[in-house]
């Protein structure tokens, strides 16, 4: 079923299709072939430490899905940008608690939790000695995220504990941040 479909009858909580939702799952559950997804984006530079990220298409079971979105990213002028956008960090931080955000949104709708508020608030620490190269003791990046989740709706306690640890245990973004991903570079000189 196509996920955009809406039948007349569909279960729609937290404005998931519920029905669609489960019957990705079982797709994915018989074919994991269904459940392989692809990702990618291009960055180009647009001057000082402005640059927009492009977003045309991502993959899932093979097959490519078109999307056209771009992403503008800056640094503040304290970091020498100018200010106008959100900078990497930011967007990491985001990316992060939007990838948490649709798994509460999915996990509480599959068990028929209906919300009333999501937050979640995450901050880190960066110390700039190791992104400057000053001391090589000093990591150049977070060493530890910490975030509150603040939720509310028709769910018990207990429920919504369960919640959480399923989002925990799934999020992709938890695990990225959670765990060493491996990155393989290739540079070209042109």
Known sequence: MNANAQSI??????????????ALIEDVRGDASKGTTSWRVATAWLGQTRSRATV????????????????DIDEPCE???????ANPQEHLIAALNACMTVGYVAQCALRGITLQALEIET???IDLRGF???DPQIA????????TVRISGNGTREQFEQVHDAVMATSPNVYNLANAVGLKSTLVIE
Do not use: K
């Not at 729609?12 to 519920?18: D, F, K, Q, R, S």
């Open 56 to 71: 045309e298409a991502f993959s899932m079971g093979g097959q490519r899905v078109p999307r056209n979105f771009t992403i």
């Open 79 to 85: 970091l020498g940008g100018s200010n106008r956008f």
């Open 123 to 125: 901050e880190g620490d």
């Open 140 to 147: 150049n990046g977070y060493e530890c995220l910490r975030y």
């Open 9 to 22: 009858d569909a279960q729609i909580v937290n404005g998931l299709n519920v029905d669609n939702l489960v």
């Open 132 to 134: 400057l190269g000053l």
